[in-house]
Nanobody
Framework: QVQLVESGGGLVQAGESLRLSCAGS??????MAWYRQAPGKQRELVAS???????NYADSVKGRFTISRDSAKNTVDLQMNSLKPGDTGVYYC?????????WGQGTQVTVSS
């Protein structure tokens, strides 16, 4: 069974940085992405990266976050710089493969003002 495991979340102050990592079990993913969900809000797409390394970012994180992947290792990372309190939430790794959607368990990111 395909599994995604996130790591790297934590508590930081505004302006600091974090790097999230997600490791998948052996398979071939076409799209990998990071979503986040704040309390009482809908889960939203933060960034995605295709099998051809095409990237897409939410407007709120453009210029601050960078998504990358290592397809051979089935991993995807999210470098988050200049963090703001509005970035606080549970961050979920997502992957799509063979017409199926897979989600990680989530990792908490908290940014204090």
């Amino acid at each position: 069974q395909v599994q995604l495991v996130e790591s790297g979340g934590g508590l930081v102050q505004a302006g600091e940085s974090l790097r999230l990592s997600c490791a998948g079990s052996a398979t071939t993913f076409d799209v990998m992405a990071w979503y986040r969900q704040a309390p009482g809000k809908q889960r939203e797409l933060v960034a995605s990266i295709s099998s051809r390394y095409t990237t897409n970012y939410a407007d709120s994180v453009k210029g601050r976050f960078t998504i990358s992947r290592d397809s051979a290792k089935n991993t995807v990372d999210l470098q988050m710089n200049s963090l703001k309190p509005g970035d606080t939430g549970v961050y979920y790794c997502y992957a799509h493969a063979y017409f199926q959607n897979y989600w990680g368990q989530g990792t908490q990111v908290t940014v204090s003002s």
